[in-house]
């Protein structure tokens, strides 16, 4: 049942979102501990959790108002993802929705925009597969071979995807494929096209998905396209010009990681500086020691400075400007800055860190995704390196 409905129209003079973050709250206190740990042990999807998102609004905070959402900036998902993770819980199982609706926002047709937009801010359908990743091309996008060939007025699909997270609980799927072979274009960005795909179709004609368990509950997957037979208007924008739109999904990817990030390493600290404070050892508070303290310190010092980064990152999102390159430090910096928090977190607890019931174990293994993916850190490195720096490429 929703306790909280996005106000539509509503002019936020305070950029921290306050009231959001406090229904949110409000929200996530009805899925405590307790709920993530089940999810957690048997695997499960947090169907509850995100129905309860979908009926508040918040996961269609970024749709316009003309299609049923809030129509409010990225920052005001950054505030909502954020305050899921800081309350243990996470927001894994639904937080695609919001940057891969982006793609089609702003390069889907008019009417692929009434005809799914509205139906995504009310939940009727579920946008949160994103299928990029493949086994054999890794990080290296443009060398991905999954072909969509024409065929009148279909696309016949072939090839694999790996790593698509939430493929078992999505109608929709955001793909990207080759149009033309990489060594057919002038430059190996080209080539590539979007899709929206309607995955309950596709399954029925030669789509099939593997699920694959990972150290953390992420509902990631293989899917297979044999042959599959799509609409031609499952195209997004123009044909071969799918990279670019595909990279401005990406830093709105980035910038909500980072801030998820940020949640949960003020989780971790919150967690730490309580424990360290009530449990007694050698007749007194073990916060008491300089040892225990500096370490809680230094982490929320250095989630507070990654904060600002976010918080810079997406302003120029939200700006229209460019931020490739803030979005990736915003990112590098508080999935380091979570690790570190989260490393700390389990020192204080010291033999209690490693008991499920206290969720720090369930939380470090979480928050370690995000050094890796979307997108790993020498990767960030090497952007920084290479296009602010001016030094010369690697690859
Ligand atoms: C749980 C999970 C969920 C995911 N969900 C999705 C999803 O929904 N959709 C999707 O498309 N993808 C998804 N991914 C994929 C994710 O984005 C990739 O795993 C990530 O981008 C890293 O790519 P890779 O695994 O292919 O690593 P690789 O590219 O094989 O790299 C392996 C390691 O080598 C390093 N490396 C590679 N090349 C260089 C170089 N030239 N110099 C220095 N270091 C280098 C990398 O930094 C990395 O540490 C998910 C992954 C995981 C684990």
Known sequence: MA??????????VDDNYDEIRDAVRKLCSRFGGEYWREMDRERRYPTDFVSALTDSGFL???????YGGAGLELSAASAILEEIHRSGGNGGACHAQMYTMGTLLRHGSAEQKENFLPKIATGDLRLQAFGVTEPTSGTDTTR?????RRAGKEYIVSGQKIWTSRAEHSDLMILLARTEKREDVVKPSRGLSVFLIDMREALKRGMSIRPIRTMLNHSTTEVFFDEVPIPSDCLIGEEGKGFTYIMDGMNAERALIASECIGDGRFFIDRAAKYATDRSVFGRSIGQNQGVQFPIARAHIEIEAAAEMVKKSVALFDAGKPCGSEVNMAKMLASEASWRAADTCVQVHGGFGFAEEYDIERKF????????????TNLILSHVATHVLGMPKSF
């Open 144 to 148: 991905i071979t999954t072909f969509a």
């Open 365 to 376: 293994r979480e928050t370690r995704l995000y050094q890796v993916a979307p997108i790993s």
């Open 3 to 12: 306790t909280f409905k996005i106000p539509q129209m509503m002019t936020y």
């Open 60 to 66: 269609s905070v970024l749709i316009p108002e003309e």
